[in-house]
Each structure stands twice: as C-alpha cells, then as structure tokens.
C-alpha cells in the first residue's frame, strides 16, 4: 500500500528535484487521500498513507526551502468523474454526499485544477507546507 501511493511521488520529487534547485524555484504539489476521517473498516492502511504523503510534504517543505521550492498537498474530496458517477453515485450514495457536506454541491475537476494552478503559480509563492481540501466542507 505505501510502495503504490507513495513512491510515485518520492521518484518524481527525485527527478524534478535537480531543475528546481538550479533556478532556486520551484512548486511541488501533492495529491493527498481524504480519508483521515474516514469511519469505514478495513481503511487504516490508507490512512497511514494519508498521514505519511502530508509528513513527507511538510518535511519536503522545510529541506527545499532554501531552495525556493514550495511543497504543498492538495486534498480533494468526493469529486463527480464519470466513474464516479457511473459505479458509486447511487441513491444513497447521494443521501450520504448530501449530509456529508456542508456546501450541497458537487465536486468537479476544475474545482481542484484551479487550486493547483494557484499554487503552481507565482500567486502563492509564499505559501507552503500546507495540506489544502477540497471537499465542499466535508463535516
């Protein structure tokens, strides 16, 4: 579980690593998995997942930043893909998405892709070691 949702990121931060360093900038942007709160059996490798990506980001963040490069994680939550739709949107699917969050909207892609296009740009370049969601107010 940790070899498939982590070292993705460990070898991509690895070869992006030397370029940034050189133009003393850089934003590196994570994907974290909203589940910490999460009640459902059978999930707690995943959330050590969860807890590891953030620790790795926050360590990240304070050994490049001398270097300039940001590292922030970006957590979405139930977002409405096709699939989503298609497998796991069932009625009570849509009870539980409703009670669950406190903006009664549904995910989409760009509602993430804006958040990470902020913090890959110049916009942000003071902020990292965060943990952003994007989850509608998941309560």
């Known amino acids: ?39 459902s059996p059978g999930l707690s490798g995943l959330r050590d997942v969860q807890f590891r990506d953030c620790r790795l980001s926050m360590v990240h963040a304070a050994e490049f930043g001398d270097d300039r490069i940001r590292v922030n994680t970006l957590t979405p939550g139930w977002i409405m893909t096709q699939k989503q739709v298609d497998l796991w949107m069932t009625p009570q699917g849509e009870k539980d998405l409703e009670k669950g969050q406190l903006l009664k909207e549904r995910l989409h892609e760009p509602d993430v892709a804006r958040l990470a296009l902020f913090l890959a740009a110049d916009d942000s370049r003071l902020i990292t070691a965060q943990n952003y969601l994007v989850d509608a107010g998941w309560a």
Do not use: C, W
């Open 1 to 39: 579980m940790i070899g498939v949702n982590l070292k993705h990121y460990f070898f991509a931060t690895q070869a992006v690593l030397p370029g940034m360093r050189r133009a003393r900038a850089g934003s590196i942007i994570t994907y974290g998995l909203h589940l910490l709160d999460a009640e």
